[in-house]
């Protein structure tokens, strides 16, 4: 079974239609890159996988879950699939570790002791151990990026979905971002769809590059094809 399937999926936001015709099958463990002109539907098409948008026709199904069908349960999706925004979002009145901790706490019941071991485990793996206590608005926007990562992974998705997570980011902070999206990509089996200008990730740990405009998706190569053809 693939991790995501669209099936001629249609999004509309009332009558601009956003999405057209999307047919896009992605693999557990690819890590697919999404390139195109803003405005493009890049942005659209990651929030239909976890149920941020809705879709208004075709199929899409999520690790098994027929997203359009009513009977599927929305935290069935939520707990697998996972989002990282340009804007981190993090809770500005919670510390780093409070952040880490809250959903699983929350949507998984997850034991307290074994909630912050994770939790130190995955700060350690993001490089902000020693940030464990500080407030969001202490850390730098690369720091909290990669600590809206780190929350992201607490919940062990079998997806996650990276829109434009370094591009309100100054340069020197990117790297540190994009090392630690690097690592989950090489070193875990967690399917990836990131939108993103950084051709250099794409490059490196890309297995796939999807190129839209207008609503479409107008290319889908191998990372190779892509990359040979230019
Ligand atoms: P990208 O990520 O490629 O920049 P988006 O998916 O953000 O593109 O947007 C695709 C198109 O859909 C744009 O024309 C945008 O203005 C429009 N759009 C996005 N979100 C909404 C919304 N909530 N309501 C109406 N139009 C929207
Ligand atoms: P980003 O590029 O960070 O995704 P956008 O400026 O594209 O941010 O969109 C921010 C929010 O505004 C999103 O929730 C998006 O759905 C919404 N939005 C984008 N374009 C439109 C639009 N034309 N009309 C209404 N809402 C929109």
Redesign the pocket.
Known sequence: MSMIEFHDVQKY?GD?H?LKDINLTVEAGETVVLI?P???????LIRTINGLEPIQDGKLIVNGYDLADKKTDPNKIRKNVGMVFQHFNLYANKTVLENIMLAPKVVLKRDDDENRDFAMKLLDQVGLASKADSYPRQLSGGQQQRIAIARSLAMRPKCLLFDEPTSALDPEMIDDVLNVMKDIARDSDMTMLV?THEMGFAREVGDRVIF?ADGQILEDDSKETFFDGQ
């Open positions: 936001y601009f956003a195109g803003s405005g493009s539907g890049k942005s659209t939108v839209m």
